[in-house]
Antibody, heavy 119, light 113 residues
Framework: EVHLAESGGGLVQPGGSLRLSCAAS????????MNWVRQAPGKGLEWVAN????????KYVDSVKGRFTISRDNGKNALYLEMNSLRAEDTAVYYC????????????WGQGTLVTVSS | DIVMTQSPDSLAVSLGERATINCKSS????????????LAWYQQKPGQPPKLLIY???TRESGVPDRFSGSGSGTDFTLTISSLQAEDVAVYYC?????????FGQGTRLEIK
């Protein structure tokens, strides 16, 4: 059974930094693109970033470019999201997600970790 | 960016009746290379992550009840629940993966009438 488990969320002041982690099990982690998707409280879903199997390609939504960095460690079956210069609008539940069906659809999701940016 | 617009924003349907949710993309999401639509549907219940229901616009994910079906091509898509069950109360999202950034519709809240 595939299991994705996010960690690292919490309360951070505006302008601060946070590093999220996602531990994967039950799938051949190194074979799949991995993604971060976020959901602000009471709002819809927003794709944030993804990373190729070997880490050679990374894509971001414009609103986080230059502030967030996605990375992975295939030896540890782990996905990361380094978040800098955090803003109030970054407050959300952050999910790691992956897909084994069609490109860009996500059949595997973690339970999410809440990031709150507030003074 | 491709903008995904769902209608309606909320919907109340009686148990056993049909529910229909529409999704319109601002650009075509049909690939000429493989003739597939890069359009997925998700169901999200409170406190849970989204669950993939449909991909390629009309392919049902394994384990999803056959009362759920997807249709459409190009820019206009529909998710249909043929006979609403109590456990189908949720928010439903469409999503395109034709272009990066992947984008979602704003969601449709489905309730029991």
């Amino acid at each position: 059974e595939v299991h994705l488990a996010e960690s690292g969320g919490g309360l951070v002041q505006p302008g601060g930094s946070l590093r999220l982690s996602c531990a994967a099990s039950g799938l051949t982690f190194s074979s799949y693109w991995m993604n971060w998707v976020r959901q602000a409280p009471g709002k819809g879903l927003e794709w944030v970033a993804n990373i190729k199997q070997d880490g050679s390609e990374k894509k971001y939504v414009d609103s986080v470019k230059g502030r967030f960095t996605i990375s992975r460690d295939n030896g540890k079956n782990a996905l990361y999201l380094e978040m800098n210069s955090l803003r109030a609008e970054d407050t959300a539940v952050y999910y790691c997600a992956s897909g084994t069906k069609s490109w860009g659809s996500f059949n595997y999701w973690g339970q999410g970790t809440l990031v709150t940016v507030s003074s | 960016d491709i903008v995904m617009t769902q209608s309606p924003d909320s919907l109340a349907v009686s148990l056993g009746e049909r529910a229909t949710i529409n999704c319109k993309s601002s650009q075509n999401v049909l690939s000429k290379s493989n003739n597939e639509n890069y359009l997925a549907w998700y169901q999200q219940k409170p406190g849970q992550p989204p669950k993939l229901l449909i991909y390629w616009a009309s392919t049902r994910e394994s384990g999803v009840p056959d009362r759920f079906s997807g249709s459409g091509s190009g820019t206009d898509f529909t998710l249909t629940i043929s006979s609403l069950q109590a456990e189908d109360v949720a928010v439903y999202y469409c999503q395109q993966s034709y272009n990066i950034p992947f984008t979602f519709g704003q969601g449709t809240r489905l309730e029991i009438k």
